[in-house]
């Protein structure tokens, strides 16, 4: 009796598997960096300086926006400074020496600013920094 030995087909490279994996991953890397750049507020146009330290933002920082009317914005929503005070205190008992960066508008009263500054050292935070820019390069 004759036996007939079939052998399987060679397989093939399942690319559709490797191209969903590569549009998962473009699309996480679009979205997240979306949300890093999602606390800089277009509209404010903050003031010039020669030096200053770097801009990288530090894991966890909290960005304050203060706009050209006086508003604040934390995480895109408007806020008042009592309301202002309560995030900012019960972020701080959670976290200990919780960054904070004021981003005020180049047209903001300095008295507006400083009203960020005290609500924030008033919540117990104490590492606060200041966005600026790099002037105009002269012509």
């Not at 994996?21 to 996480?28: D, G, H, N, T």
């Not at 960005?63 to 400074?81: Q, R, T």
Request: net charge neutral; proline share 6%.
């Amino acid at each position: 009796m004759k036996f007939s030995s079939r052998k399987p087909e060679p397989s093939r490279l399942q690319l559709t598997a490797m191209i969903d994996i590569l549009l998962l991953l473009l699309i996480f890397f679009i979205v997240s960096h979306q949300y890093t750049n999602s606390e800089t507020e277009l509209s404010v146009s903050v003031p010039t300086a020669k030096e200053g330290a770097d801009p990288s933002r530090q894991k966890g920082e909290i960005y304050i926006n203060i706009l050209s009317d006086g508003s604040i914005k934390v995480e895109g929503n408007v806020v008042d400074l009592p309301a202002l005070l309560e995030k900012l205190s019960s972020i701080a008992m959670q976290y200990e020496n919780q960054p904070v960066r004021i981003r005020g508008d180049g047209g903001v009263p300095y008295q507006r600013i400083v009203e960020v500054i005290d609500t924030c050292q008033k919540a117990g935070i104490w590492n606060i920094s200041f966005a600026t820019q790099k002037p105009a390069p002269s012509k």
